[in-house]
């Protein structure tokens, strides 16, 4: 599609250990348009936060091997960009991070202010273009500049609905709550202009009061902005709340992807069913998805979920589904896929 | 305004704690079997005589008296006379201080000057041969004696190659002391030849003690920047694209002296028991060769004021790190 902000094709990362080779991502492939609120779903371990730090080209350098893929993005591949290039053009200015849990995050040895101060020194949309645009230690921070980065800081702040910006900018990160800690990532994120912001878990730290609060927040402010979210979560509650569509993935392998309505109405993975069945409900109760997750290191082959799938034919063992478009932007890699028809197992 | 509440908060706990010491010392040194009169009296006193002196020193009160009495001498400066030097001992004191003082803060200086950055770079190039190289320098730093370490350097540095003096503070007299801080002395006169003249004596001795202190501070620094890479923090600010260099000189390294500021604390305390070694074998007239003069001369007066003042520093030295530890991490701010 045209308007593809980013696209991941055909991507597969591998970690090392003692034990073996962690198939961790098996091909994957995910598009996301610009502006656009993508939720990707999965239990732990499916690969989502590594996808989330491929993306970012955060990957442990010493365990993690990018065996294939390309990741295209403003016209280039990520994947192929050095590092220098991807630190200084891209992270913190074009893709930006969320954090999962705000209160490591921080670092705790240095105030809040100081370390948003830091970011603008070097990310600042006011940066875009200019002439000092290099990178550097001892570059310098024009007191201009560093005057009308302060108003923005504290205007975002004022819309993160942080109380007395300026006295939090003074504080230590273990000063503040837990809460106004994930709102200052998210006042972090957006402060550079970002395109993208990749938001790994935001809420899954924080009270579950607090959990809405900053997905509302997060949701609005990227609407109005414009700036495309993908949104990392095992809570289909809190992808519903916030997702234009959803990607499920399973054991390393994106299965389906569809638009939020799309999902929870006509899911037509079998996983994506059995996840959907399990979120608990007052007639059905609590139930699980029978089998486990497979191991990594041995994964078996064809489409991975096929030892837990009812319907997994000789083909599932042998050969990973195509994708299938269900209708315009719902697709699903399933050999035995779903009608819309059928009622729940 | 933290900072300054900190402050007072460990001040409070100074003189308690160097009130214990004065206890610890007073008490040691009355437990020891000898009988001070009978020392001083000499061979040939009458038990007449002997009684006569006790009574004169104060010796024949109950201990807690002695101990009030000690308390308060100590308050006016007093710590007797040393039956070696016949002076004031706190006089003797006083005037050997700066030399150690002088030679512990510098060796503490360059051993962080060298053994921080050391300590990032061997973190930064985990399993790289400078980092197994800089083990082993380690390691060997130190295991090595010094005593051994300081003859080999003046074998090589001062006897064959000739390009060290052999040992002492300076040539001939020295500044008339102003602080007894030669170098800052030096500096106050603005007397180059004086300055250098120090340092240049100052160069193996600070080599010597600098050597396991250096050793020491790259293993905890190493240890604490690897932490710190695994860290959270580093993640994000990783993700977020700060500069590679701001994240380890800046964002790392505040978090990795956490630990190395205790350990230079505890070296301090490390350099003033060396120090003893180091000035007999150098001749440096600091508090160390007094020390070993007073022991192998039971000069009870003398080794009590050293004890005094070796724990005095070292409770300052402890103080300083606690204040230290505070600023660096505001956690610790209570």
């Known amino acids: ?100 849990d705000p209160s490591t995050a921080f670092n705790p040895v240095f105030t809040i202010g100081t ?107 990227a609407r109005e902005r414009g700036v495309a979210v993908l949104f990392t ?74 030892p837990r799938c009812e319907r997994a034919t000789g083909i599932c063992r042998t050969e990973r589904p195509p994708p299938e478009a269900v209708d315009a932007l719902h697709s699903v890699r399933c050999h035995h896929r779903l009608s819309a028809t059928e009622p729940a197992s | 305004m933290k900072t300054l509440v900190l402050i007072v908060n460990r001040l409070i706990w100074f003189f308690p704690t160097v009130l214990g010491l004065l206890a610890i010392v007073f008490f040691i040194s009355h437990v020891i079997p000898a009988d001070p009169a009978a020392f001083v009296a000499g061979e040939n006193a009458t038990p007449e005589t002997i009684a006569a002196i006790r009574a004169r020193l104060g010796l024949d009160q109950p201990l807690h008296i002695q101990f ?9 400066g007093d710590m007797g006379r040393s039956i070696f030097t016949g002076r004031p001992v706190a006089e003797d004191l006083m005037s050997r201080l700066p030399a150690t003082l002088e030679l512990t803060l510098v060796t503490i200086v360059v051993a962080s000057l060298i053994g921080i950055p050391l300590g990032v770079v061997s973190a930064l190039k985990r399993n790289s041969w400078l980092d197994h190289a800089l083990r082993v320098v380690t390691i060997a730093g130190l295991a090595i004696a010094s005593f051994w370490f300081a003859i080999l350097l003046q074998l090589l540095f001062s006897m064959r190659l000739g390009i060290t003096p052999l040992s002492g503070r300076i040539e001939g007299w020295g500044p008339e002391p102003i602080t007894g801080f030669y170098v800052i002395d030096a500096l106050i006169l603005w007397d180059m030849e004086i300055l250098w003249d120090a340092l240049h004596h100052m160069i193996l001795p600070v080599a010597t003690l600098a050597l396991p202190a250096a050793a020491t501070i790259v293993r905890f620094t190493r240890a604490g920047v690897l932490n710190a890479l695994e860290s959270n923090y580093v993640l994000y600010e990783t993700a977020m694209g700060y500069p590679r260099r701001l994240v380890i000189w800046k964002y790392v390294l505040r978090n990795a002296l956490i630990g190395t500021v205790t350990q230079i604390g505890l070296i301090f305390g490390i350099l003033l028991a060396g120090a003893v070694v180091v000035e007999a074998v150098f001749d440096w007239p600091g508090l160390g060769l007094f020390a070993v003069n007073a022991i192998l001369s039971s ?25 230290l530890q505070g600023m660096i991490d505001p956690r610790e701010t209570r």
């Open chain 2, 68 to 76: 009030v009495r000690y308390i308060e001498a100590i308050l006016e």
């Open chain 2, 299 to 323: 000069d009870y007066n003398a080794v009590m004021g050293f004890t005094l003042i070796a724990g005095t520093m070292f409770i300052v030295v402890n103080l300083v790190v606690d204040i």
């Open chain 1, 1 to 100: 599609m045209a308007s593809e902000l980013i696209s991941v094709r055909n991507l597969r990362v591998s970690f090392g250990s003692d034990a073996g080779t962690a198939k961790v991502l098996d091909g994957v492939d995910l598009a996301i348009r610009a502006g656009e609120i993508r939720g990707l779903v999965g239990e732990s371990g499916c690969g989502k936060t590594t996808l989330a730090r491929a993306i970012l080209g955060i990957l442990p350098r010493n365990s993690a091997r990018i065996e294939s893929g390309e990741i295209r993005f403003g016209g280039r591949d990520l994947l192929t960009l050095p590092e220098s290039a991807l630190a200084s053009e891209v992270r913190g200015r074009e893709i930006v991070y969320i954090p999962q």
């Open chain 1, 115 to 221: 370390q948003i101060d830091d970011l603008m020194r070097f990310k600042s949309p006011l940066l875009r273009g200019g002439a000092d645009d290099r990178q550097g230690f001892f570059n310098s921070y024009p007191r201009e500049r560093r005057a009308a980065d302060r108003a923005r800081v504290l205007e975002l702040l004022r819309l993160v609905q942080l109380p007395n910006p300026e006295a939090v900018l003074r504080k230590y990160p273990h000063e503040v709550s837990g809460g106004q800690r994930q709102r200052l990532m998210i006042a972090m994120a957006l402060l550079p202009e970002p395109k993208l912001v990749i938001a790994d878990e935001p809420t899954t730290a924080l009270d579950v009061t607090v959990q809405a609060q900053i997905l509302k927040l997060l949701k609005q402010l």
């Open chain 1, 233 to 306: 979560t095992h809570d289909l509650g809190a992808a519903y709340e916030i997702c234009d569509r959803i990607t499920v993935m399973y054991a390393g392998q994106e299965v389906e992807e569809a638009p939020v309505d799309g999902f929870f109405e006509r899911p037509s993975h079998p996983y994506t069913r059995k996840l959907l069945d399990s979120l608990p409900s007052s007639e059905a109760g609590i139930r699980g998805i029978a089998g486990e997750i497979p191991r990594l290191i041995d994964p078996p082959p064809g489409c991975r979920f096929h």
